[in-house]
C-alpha cells in the first residue's frame, strides 16, 4: 500500500482510521485507542513523571506522501498548529515525482562528557594518562551490565580535550557510546558515573560533572529531494533561493527558518515518545557550531533549474526504552512508521524536516504564510467564539471571504446565526399553533 493517497485529508476520521489500520496492520485495539483521544492513563502517567494530576491532549495526524529511500511511509505527528501536517504532505507529494527523499544516517553513537578538574600543567598529563589507558577504559565499559554491550554496542572511543572557561582550564573526557536503538541519555549517563572513579584513579584529578551532551555530533542524519521545476514552478525555484539566502545571511530570519524544520521533527518525536527538547538543543547548536547561526537546510539549482534541498542535523531519537515502549500512542506511531532501527527514524524525521522547510518556504514566497493557516485558523477563532458543529464551518466560510478572520467578528457572526435559529424555530412554533 502506498502513502501517496488522493483526497485522503477528505476522508470522514473514522475511514482515514480503516486506511491506516490496513497500512500498518494496526489491531482492533490499538484503532479503539486512537479513537479514545487519552491513551494514557492516570496509572501509566504517574508512573512516568512526577506530582501527577491528569494528562493532557494533543491531537495525532499523519503525513501522507513520503516516499524515502524507495520505501513509502505514513507518518505519524502529534502538534496543536495547524497546517504543519498538510504542508508537510503536499511538500512530499510534490517531491514523488523525482523519486522523493533519499536519506542517511550515522551510526547511533552518543556523546557523554566527564569534567576533570585540576592545574593546568596536571591536566596535560591527564589527558596523556587517558589517551595511554584508552584500552583500558573501553575493557572496563564492556564489563558493565548493560543490555546495548550484549547486542553490539558500547563504548567505541575515548577523547579529551582542555578548554578555557571563566574557572581557569578543564580536562573534559568524551566517550563515544554506540546506544544502538535507544535515544541513549540514560544509558550514557550511567557509564560516565561508573566510569570516573577510574578516571580519578589514573589521574590522580577530580571529575565534577558527569553526563550526556545533547549536541550529537556522532549521530548526523541527511536527506536530500529534488522538486521539479516544471512541477512546482521557476518562479517558486527563485522564491525559495531569495528565502533561503535571506535565512542565511540573517540570523533573525534564520530562527525562524529553523524553527520550521523542527515543526515537522518536535512532531514526529512527541508522536513516537522521544525527547524533542533534546532534539532541539541539538539542532541549534549545530546550526551554530560554526560560530555563526546557520540554516539546518541548504538548497541549490541544479543544470536543469530543478531546485535541490538539503538537511543535516544531528537527530538522537530511539524505538526502544523510556516512552516509546510506556506511551501506548507512541508504540502505535511506531507501528504505523514500520520501521526497524533509530537510524531509520531518525532518516525519516530529516526527510519530515526537510520537507517541512521546503513548504513553508514555498508558502512565503508564493503567497505569504498566512493564507495556508487561513482555513484552520478561522475554525479555530470559530471554535474559540463558541460555535459548535455546522456553525463552525459557516462562520469559517463567511470570515475568510470577508477577510475578517477575529474572535469578535466570529462572535458576532455567532449571534446571527443563533438569532436566525430562534427566529426560524419561533415561526415554526407559531405556524403549528395557528394550525
Known amino acids: 500500500m502506498k502513502s501517496s493517497i488522493s483526497g485522503f485529508h477528505k476522508l470522514s476520521m473514522n475511514k482515514r482510521l480503516s486506511l491506516i489500520k490496513k497500512f500498518a496492520s494496526l489491531t482492533d485495539q490499538e484503532v479503539d485507542l486512537l479513537k479514545q483521544g487519552s491513551a494514557l492513563d492516570l496509572k501509566t502517567a504517574d508512573m512516568l513523571i512526577e506530582n501527577v494530576l491528569g494528562t493532557t491532549q494533543m491531537p495525532v495526524g499523519v503525513a501522507t506522501n513520503f516516499l524515502i529511500n524507495g520505501k513509502n511511509y505514513m507518518v505519524p505527528m502529534a ?10 504532505s503536499y511538500a512530499a ?7 522523493g527523499f533519499t536519506a542517511t544516517s550515522d551510526p547511533p553513537v552518543m556523546i557523554g562528557q566527564i569534567q576533570i578538574l585540576s592545574s593546568g600543567r596536571k591536566l596535560k598529563k591527564a589527558a596523556k594518562i587517558i589517551h595511554n589507558n584508552k584500552e583500558k577504559i573501553i575493557a572496563l565499559a564492556r564489563k558493565q551490565d548493560s543490555i546495548v554491550n550484549k547486542i553490539g554496542g558500547g563504548l567505541r572511543d575515548v577523547e579529551t580535550r582542555i578548554i578555557k572557561t571563566m574557572l581557569g582550564k578543564m580536562l573534559i573526557v568524551h566517550l563515544m557510546v554506540d546506544v544502538r536503538d535507544a535515544m541513549g541519555a540514560n ?7 561508573r566510569l570516573s572513579p577510574f578516571l580519578e584513579e589514573i589521574t590522580g584529578c577530580k571529575t565534577r560533572l558527569r553526563i550526556v551532551t545533547n549536541l550529537a555530533a556522532k549521530r548526523i542524519a541527511k536527506a536530500r529531494a529534488i522538486w521539479n521545476k516544471d512541477v512546482i514552478g521557476e518562479d517558486i525555484v527563485n522564491g525559495i533561493l531569495e528565502a533561503y539566502a535571506f535565512a542565511a545571511s540573517d540570523q533573525y530570519r534564520c530562527a525562524t527558518h529553523n524553527k520550521g524544520i523542527m515543526n515537522g521533527i518536535d512532531a514526529v518525536a512527541i508522536a513516537t515518545g522521544n525527547d524533542f527538547r533534546a532534539l532541539e538543543a541539538g539542532a541549534h547548536a549545530y546550526a551554530s557550531i560554526s560560530g555563526k547561526y546557520s540554516p539546518l537546510t541548504r538548497y541549490e539549482k541544479d543544470k536543469e533549474g530543478n531546485l535541490i534541498g538539503y538537511i543535516e542535523m544531528p537527530i538522537a531519537v530511539g524505538i526502544v526504552g523510556g516512552a516509546t515502549r510506556v506511551n501506548p500512542i507512541a508504540k502505535i506511531s511506531l507501528k504505523i512508521l514500520k520501521v526497524k532501527r533509530a537510524q531509520e527514524l531518525a532518516e525519516v524525521m530529516a526527510a519530515v524536516g526537510l520537507a517541512q522547510n521546503f513548504a513553508a518556504l514555498r508558502a512565503l514566497a508564493k503567497e505569504g504564510i498566512q493564507r495556508g493557516h ?4 478561522a475554525n479555530n477563532i470559530a471554535i474559540m467564539a ?18 475578517n478572520i477575529s474572535i469578535s467578528r466570529a462572535r458576532q457572526l455567532l449571534h446571527k446565526l443563533l438569532h436566525r435559529h430562534h427566529e426560524k424555530k419561533r415561526k415554526q412554533q407559531e405556524s403549528k399553533k395557528a394550525k
Open 79 to 88: 502538534i496543536e498548529e495547524t497546517s504543519v501536517i498538510a504542508a508537510a
Open 93 to 99: 507529494k510534490l517531491a514523488r515525482p523525482e523519486g
Open 187 to 193: 544509558l550514557v549517563n550511567t557509564l560516565v558515573e
Open 374 to 377: 487561513m482555513k484552520l485558523h
Open 386 to 403: 463558541g460555535a459548535k458543529g455546522k456553525e463552525i464551518e459557516n462562520i469559517s466560510e463567511e470570515m475568510i471571504e470577508e477577510k
